[in-house]
């Protein structure tokens, strides 16, 4: 990235003498972009022999304004421990007791919802999948989630193999996302419109895994 020289001109007037003008010059300052804004660790790991199944959730109303972009990645957790991790500056708005009672429900599907501020200018199905290659890809019993805070908790989710084996398609869990979390996420609820995704998805394939 070329560099940028600050210049700063400095000029001195006496009231009688001649005028006179002097040029310095600054240390140069190398300008580089916030590290980690594109994917840089590689190719995600080698795919299981099911396919996983990547999906974009996009809201019905109209597309929301366009995300902040920041100079640095959004950080994460390395290993998370917990199904819930919220990594966005402002609490996630809504019914979290909700959503921490949908999480501890006993189900065969497990669950890891990852909530940051934006995706720092990243395509988020990129970001979606080099949150997968930092934590592993998903298990075959497990749905990730990413919700983008600044683009109106925009989601992108990421199913593990045995959806697929159990009949799940991308456009059918599509439509669960459009019928259980929007609906609630738009009029400010967004923690029980997870509460409600998370519902959905145990009744509509837990029993079956």
Known sequence: MPRIFVYVIAAALAASAVVAA?????????????????????????????????????????????????????AWPAKPETALVLAAAEPLPGNMARLHEELQMHSS???RILVVDDSAGEDKTDYLDRVAAAWGEPAADMLLLVVFVRDNYDIRFLMGAH?????????????TVRRAYFPRSRQGDVAGGLAGLVAAVNAEYGESM
Do not use: C, H, N, W
């Open 163 to 175: 959806f697929r084996q159990m009949g799940a398609t991308v456009e059918g869990m599509l439509a």
């Open 22 to 74: 002097t040029l310095v010059m600054l240390k140069p300052v190398m300008v580089t972009p916030g590290a980690g804004v594109r994917a840089d660790s590689g190719p995600v790991s080698a795919q299981p022999e099911t396919p996983l199944v990547r999906g974009v959730a996009t809201a019905l109303p109209a597309k929301p304004e366009t995300p902040l972009v920041r100079g640095a990645a959004v």
């Open 109 to 111: 599907i497990r669950y």
